[in-house]
Structures are given as C-alpha cells and as structure tokens.
C-alpha cells in the first residue's frame, strides 16, 4: 500500500519557468491537500480539495492553481516560478471531513527556483 | 481560521520525560485534538488524537482538560530518536491549518 506519493522528488526551475507537481494517493481519501514548508514557518496551506472536480484556497495560493479531476489525484501548478516559490512542498489527503480524521503525507518535494 | 499555539522549541536529555502544551483557545465543540510529528526530510505523520480527558498509545500520552482550551503531548523516556517537530494543527470541517510546531532536541 503505496498510501501518498508525490513526483517528483527534486526539481530546479529557472525563473519564469512552469511545472506541475503530481500527488497520488491510493486509499480512496476524499480530501486532499497541498502545503509548502518553509524554514521557522512550519507547514502552510495552499490549496485544498474536498472531492474529485472541487477545489479552494488555502492560506497562500497566490502564484499556485490546481487541479482535482480524478479522486486520486492532486495537481499543483506553477505557471510562472518565482524564486521565493523556492520550498518543500508536501501533499497530504484524508479520508473525510469528520473531525476525527488523520491526514496522511507524503514524503515531499524540493523545489528550487533560480 | 485562527491557529494554534505551542513552544517553538524545546531540549531535553534522553531518558527524560517531555511534555509539550498546545492552547486551543478557538476550539470548537466538534473538534478533535490532534498531534503530528515530522522527522527531517520527510512528511509529518499522525501520532496521537483524543477529544477530551486522557488518551495513551504505545508512543505518547496526550491530556486535553475539561475546557479543551489546551492539550498536553508527553513523551516518556525520550530518545535521540524522538528529535523532531511536533504539531498540534487547528482542524475545520474542510481543512488542518499548521503553525510553527515545536522543535524537540534531544540531547545524548
């Protein structure tokens, strides 16, 4: 059971550059979630999305979109990196929206943008 | 969605008990409390969750008082093993909203 897997790993973009990052997760979770780390400033949310086909905003998506077409899937998108876009960005998802339920993460990705 | 406050950072020595607070002053009646630790490079991962009074699994206890305004993670006999980042997220319906977390040194 592969539970949360991001791709890629490690990226390095030049500025001005797009990419997609890719979250797949295999334990038929509703809720999904795409978060950036920062050092001292702990983990902060993007966007997030509560079904296949919905999607919203987190605490910092400027710069970000993305997309839920199917239920095991998570795509964040950079249409134009920036250098301060420089983070780990890590995917999360969950089963559900009740108030007992764990999120599960993946391992990460590093993203460098020069 | 206002988030939730801990230490940024603690040390301790090995062998040592480690208690670390979180205040939930925005807690809602539904809310479940929740905690996460994060070991470098990699994702954070749930470890302990409880709605009130005490819950114990085999690596934590967690004590959350009658108002829920704060929860209370302990760490037994922490190891060098247990240096990590530890969260106690703020939970809505739809999302998990993370702070800072605490830095737990251990020292050898």
């Known amino acids: 059971n592969a539970g949360v897997t991001q791709t890629p790993k490690f990226r390095v973009l030049k500025t001005g550059q797009s990419m997609t990052l890719l979250c797949a997760q295999d334990m038929n979770h509703e809720y999904m979630y795409w978060y950036r780390q920062d050092p001292g400033m702990g983990l902060r949310l993007i966007h997030y999305s509560v079904g296949e086909g919905t999607t919203a905003k987190g605490e910092v998506p400027d710069g970000y979109n993305v997309s839920r077409l199917k239920k095991q899937n998570f795509l964040l998108g950079l249409e134009s990196a920036a250098p301060s876009q420089t983070s780990v960005y890590f995917c999360?998802?969950?089963?559900?929206?009740?108030?007992?339920?764990?999120?599960?993460f993946g391992q990460g990705t590093r993203l460098t943008v020069v | 969605l206002a988030k939730t406050t801990q230490p940024i950072s603690m040390d301790s020595y090995e062998g040592q008990e480690v208690n670390i607070t979180c205040s939930h002053n925005?807690?809602?009646?539904?809310?479940?409390i929740t905690w996460y630790q994060q070991f470098p490079s990699q994702g954070p991962r749930f470890i302990i969750q409880g709605y009130k009074t005490k819950v114990t699994n085999e690596v934590a206890s967690l004590f959350i008082p009658a108002d829920r305004k704060s929860s209370t993670l302990s760490l037994p006999r922490v190891s060098l093993s247990d240096t990590a980042v530890y969260y106690c997220p703020k939970t809505s319906y739809d999302k998990v909203i993370f702070g800072p977390g605490t830095s737990l040194s251990v020292i050898p």
């Open positions: 925005n807690i809602a009646t539904n809310d479940y």
């Open positions: 999360a998802s969950s089963r559900d929206g009740r108030p007992n339920t764990e999120a599960f």
